[in-house]
């Protein structure tokens, strides 16, 4: 897009424009872009992903330049800049994952799906996130985080039946 003339700004919803505003209350009326990080997840936990429309229309809600939402949206793995599954499975594979059997979940979910990680099933039931850093339940290894919820001690059965009750 040339210029912000040019721009189209997707409206937000007012109950998401209200919850934005909740959240930037708490901050200095100069440090508004410290809203930005919540206002991402009330967005895309609506639409299911950060359209540059979308991004453009927080930028404008909370009076910051676009590049800030921008940086922000690509920076973090928890955003989606792009249409994925329903469903968010992200397998650990880091340190304690990987040496009590991570990797070879994530192997059994591609084989079991038809995908790699970082990419959606075709019917867009489930996206498998691209590898995580880290989720932060090493005592539970190996582990894996489904709509952001921790399921711990996995087995190739129990992640069988997780799947099989995603919608």
Known sequence: MSSAQDRQVETLSSEI???????????????????VLMA???????YGFLS?????????????????????????????????GR???????????MLRGGEDLLRHIENRLGIRAGESTSDGRI???K???CLAACVGAPMMMVDHH??????????????????
């Open 150 to 167: 921790y399921y711990e001690d996995l087995t190739l059965e129990r992640v069988n039946e997780i799947i099989d009750h995603l919608d």
């Open 131 to 133: 590898e995580e850093e």
């Open 52 to 84: 540059r429309e979308l991004m453009d229309a927080v930028a404008d809600h909370l009076s910051i330049p676009p590049i800030w939402v921008y940086e922000a949206a690509t920076f973090y793995s928890m955003f989606h800049t792009s249409p994925v």
């Open 87 to 97: 469903h968010e499975v992200a397998v650990c594979t880091n340190i304690s994952c």
């Open 17 to 35: 424009k209200e919850k934005i505003d909740l959240w930037a209350e708490r901050y200095p009326a100069d440090r508004r872009r410290s809203a």
């Open 127 to 129: 996206y498998l996130k």
């Open 40 to 46: 991402l997840h009330y967005v895309q936990h609506d």
